[in-house]
Antibody, heavy 122, light 112 residues
Framework: QVQLVQSGGEVKKPGASVKVSCKASGYTFKTYGMSWVRQAPGQGLEWMGWISAYNAKTNYAQKFQDRVTMTIDTSTSTAFMELRSLRSEDTAVYFC???????????????WGQGTLVTVAS | QSVLTQPPSVSGAPGQRVTISCTGSSSNIGAGSDVQWYQQLPGTAPKLLIYGNFNRPSGVPDRFSGSKSGTSASLAITGLQAEDEADYYCQSYDSSLSGLYVFGTGTKVTVL
């Protein structure tokens, strides 16, 4: 069965960086892409970006374009999301979600990780 | 704020039918982009309920159905059950500068 297991919660100071991992199992990693979605406390879902596991091509939401980097390690079937220059508004649960491997206007997210709480506080 | 607008809450008694609307624009739903729906139970990750406007993944009960018309989409839940109490989000692609993939504002379904 498909599983996405994310790394544990993090506490960071403003201005720092955080790197969240998402280890996939139960399917051939290189045949699907991965998106990252975040949810601030009591708020809705916010799409951050997408990476193809086939060729590592990325597309980021404009809001995060300058601060986020998404990468993959096919040898360990793991996707990573790094967010830099953290501020208090970045406090949220960060989810990885399996997506299509090729960019289109019809991508959806069929399996999700359990979420990683990132807390930004001084 | 999101470019896809949903009612903040809907409620219904067990067994009833409820619908959740997702209102977009000509840059997303109206441009032919598919609409997906996700269910999020308290404290858990979202779960895909509907993809491609009206398709259900394996294992999703046929009590859940999706539709799309013009710049809007809807999720209907028939035979409402206590376990359906959750937050529901629509999702689509937006070609404007606001972002690429977008989620709706979310709707809390309460079973009375």
């Amino acid at each position: 069965q498909v599983q996405l297991v994310q790394s544990g919660g993090e506490v960071k100071k403003p201005g720092a960086s955080v790197k969240v991992s998402c280890k996939a199992s139960g399917y051939t990693f290189k045949t699907y892409g991965m998106s990252w979605v975040r949810q601030a406390p009591g708020q809705g879902l916010e799409w951050m970006g997408w990476i193809s596991a086939y060729n590592a091509k990325t597309n980021y939401a404009q809001k995060f374009q300058d601060r986020v980097t998404m990468t993959i390690d096919t040898s360990t079937s793991t996707a990573f999301m790094e967010l830099r220059s953290l501020r208090s508004e970045d406090t949220a649960v960060y989810f990885c979600a399996r997506a299509d491997n090729f960019w289109s206007r019809h991508i959806f997210f069929d399996y999700w990780g359990q979420g990683t709480l990132v807390t930004v506080a001084s | 704020q999101s470019v896809l607008t949903q009612p903040p809450s809907v409620s219904g008694a067990p067994g009833q039918r409820v619908t959740i609307s997702c209102t977009g624009s000509s840059s997303n739903i109206g441009a032919g982009s598919d609409v997906q729906w996700y269910q999020q139970l308290p404290g858990t990750a979202p779960k895909l309920l509907i993809y491609g406007n009206f398709n259900r993944p394996s294992g999703v009960p046929d009590r859940f159905s999706g539709s799309k018309s013009g710049t809007s989409a809807s999720l209907a839940i028939t035979g409402l059950q206590a376990e359906d109490e959750a937050d529901y989000y629509c999702q689509s692609y937006d070609s404007s500068l606001s972002g690429l993939y977008v989620f709706g504002t979310g709707t809390k379904v309460t079973v009375l």
